[in-house]
């Protein structure tokens, strides 16, 4: 086939295509890798300021050289466009009525094809988590033309955000930035996204110490409310399950890369040390988010004799992990400095030894059926089907107990006197409270208000601003001095800031970006565990919020797997 010579035009579109993709791969880079593990000298005191001003500098930088590069991109392509469309016409125009006019025609043709192929990613239409994403824009930006909290007060403001959060109108455009950038700049290489394995690693193996009292690491206002370089608990909590979700969901399904052997037990290794420090940290979204990935691998494997047995071998590394923290503890009773329920129920009760012995049976079964040619995918599929169908009969049975309690007390017998059937300010460690204060701040908003919401990251303004005296008397007699910055809920919180529609943009978007890139996953194992990350998240943050750490990972995840579905649809 005759090599057709690059122009000057394609070959300035090359170059300069090369260095937005070294550019964003960097900023990458620094997000993956050193933002987990940055820390000042204040330690503990300022680590959510300090990482979230790292986030804005780091990110702030890389507009500044991604941008320009970006315009000067697509002024090449115009230039590019413009000097091809006239060969085009007069090859046409000028050739005779021989074979040669339809020569060059195809020549013509595939030249602009092949060219297409290497530049075209701008000129196919927007995905659906495309259109959601930039609804959620437009919310952002009319929530904070919108809001009346836009002048700094002692709390903050809706540009840069409540203090010492900071998710406000430049953050939410960050997060959305790396979105457009990862997804249409980044020209994908896999061991970038494995630079997740080892940084999270060492950040979960500081947790895990931490828990038990051992810290490594000299940081100021050290106690058991923090953990590893990251944090507050709930912090860390997202950031892990996110990542350790996505690592597992590789490990599971690819090991595309991990041909040798002692690459592969590194790997493993890895995730134990993520599984430890998941049931050791001490907040419980993570725990009940980690078990409903567990039915959401089972789901994904139980057609399949190979995924099934590393799905039970998945189940073995956490009994084991947990078995492990059990002689820890039994050893030295003492030493962890934090616990909670689901702690204690996976690393000092017999549930892990069943779980264990439960996973090898079913893992020796699986081998031998697959050994003998005698596996039967039905029976797997029909013990999963029956374990989701009681999982939510449970979970309906509990809403209705929990209805009833709190309506009429002492309804359910015996288990009235727990704390968990009874929905008041305490339950759920304070989300009876937040979330009934998030509601009503939403329910108080006018039809703009509900539309568009309070502002960017103006929940606590809003309250504090006194605009409804009885709720913020309510919140100052439940949390005294301190700030609520959000409802403990993410998809609510979106709604008072943002509004319905910020809200049907930020769904809809992570939502179908979970379907799409798991359903990818069959084929493209990156784009599969980005949608097993994402997944993790929306689970964690039932119960949790956004915040710097777990969110800027979340949007890393959405243009990297935008990224594997456009080369896949090339």
């Known amino acids: 086939m005759k090599t057709v010579k690059k122009t000057r035009a394609e070959r300035a579109c090359d170059i300069v295509r090369d260095l937005l993709d070294v550019g964003v791969s960097l900023y990458m880079a620094a997000l993956i890798v050193i933002l987990p593990l940055y820390s000042t000298e204040s330690g503990y ?32 392509l115009a230039v590019r466009q413009l000097r091809l469309a006239p060969g085009r016409f007069s090859g046409i125009r000028t050739g005779g009525r021989d074979g040669s006019m339809r020569a060059r025609g195809r020549t013509d043709g595939t030249r602009t094809r092949s060219r297409a192929e290497k530049h075209g990613a701008g000129e196919r239409l927007p995905s659906v988590t495309d259109l959601f994403a930039l609804l959620y824009l437009a919310a952002v930006i009319c929530s904070y033309l919108h809001t009346p909290f836009k002048q700094e007060t002692e709390w903050g403001d809706t540009f840069y955000g409540t203090y010492s959060w900071y998710l406000g109108l430049l953050t939410q455009l960050l997060f959305l930035g790396i979105y457009f950038a990862v997804s249409r700049l980044w020209q994908r290489r896999d061991w970038m996204a494995a630079l997740w394995l080892p940084t999270a690693a060492a950040v979960a193996l500081l947790g895990y110490l931490n828990r038990f009292g051992v810290r490594p690491l000299e940081m100021q206002g050290a106690g058991p409310q923090f953990i590893s370089t990251i944090g507050n608990i709930n912090w860390y909590c997202g950031y892990m399950v996110t990542v350790t979700s996505a690592i597992a969901y590789y490990i599971w399904r690819g090991r595309a890369g991990m041909e040798k052997k002692w690459l592969r037990a590194l790997a493993v290794a890895a995730l134990g040390i993520c599984l430890a420090t998941l049931v050791t940290q001490g907040s419980s979204s993570g725990i009940v988010a980690l078990f409903l990935l567990l039915g959401v691998f089972y789901l994904l ?32 009773p003492q030493a962890m400095d934090y616990a909670e329920s689901t702690t204690d129920l996976l690393t000092l009760s017999p549930f892990p030894f069943l779980l264990l012995g439960v996973s090898l049976i079913c893992r020796y079964l699986v081998c031998r059926g697959r050994r003998t040619g005698d596996f039967k995918p039905r029976i797997w599929v029909v013990m999963g089907a029956t374990a989701w169908a009681a999982a939510g009969v449970a979970a309906i049975a509990y809403v209705v107990l929990l209805a009833l309690n709190t309506a009429h007390p002492g309804s359910i017998g015996g288990l009235s006197g727990l704390g968990a059937f009874t929905f008041d300010d305490a339950w759920g460690s304070n989300r009876g409270i937040t979330w009934t204060v998030g509601l009503t701040c939403f329910l108080k908003q006018d039809l703009a208000g509900k539309l568009v919401g309070v502002g960017p990251d103006a929940m606590a303004l809003y309250i504090h601003s006194g605009v409804d005296p009885a709720l913020k008397q309510t919140v100052e007699d439940y949390f005294g001095r301190l700030s609520l910055t ?8 979106v709604l008072i800031n943002e509004g319905l529609l910020g809200a049907a943009g930020y769904i809809g978007l992570t939502v179908t970006a979970v379907f799409r890139y798991l359903k990818a996953g069959r084929k493209d194992v990156l784009a599969g565990a ?3 990350g994402i997944l993790a998240y929306t689970l964690n943050n039932i119960f949790s919020f956004q915040q710097i750490m777990s969110t800027s990972v979340v949007f890393l995840l959405l243009g990297i797997g935008e990224a594997c579905l456009r080369m896949q649809e090339k």
């Open 301 to 332: 494997s139980m057609g399949d004799g190979e995924r099934l047995q590393r799905f039970f071998e998945g189940c073995i590394l956490l009994s084991g992990v947990c078995i492990c923290t059990w002689l820890v503890r039994m050893t030295w």
């Open 530 to 532: 980005a949608g097993m």
């Open 45 to 76: 005191r300022s680590i959510g300021t300090d990482k979230s001003m790292f986030f804005r500098s780091v990110s702030l930088t890389a507009c500044k050289v991604i941008l320009p590069l970006t315009a000067l991109y697509l002024v090449l």
């Open 486 to 493: 959000n409802a403990h809920n993410e998809w609510l919180t």
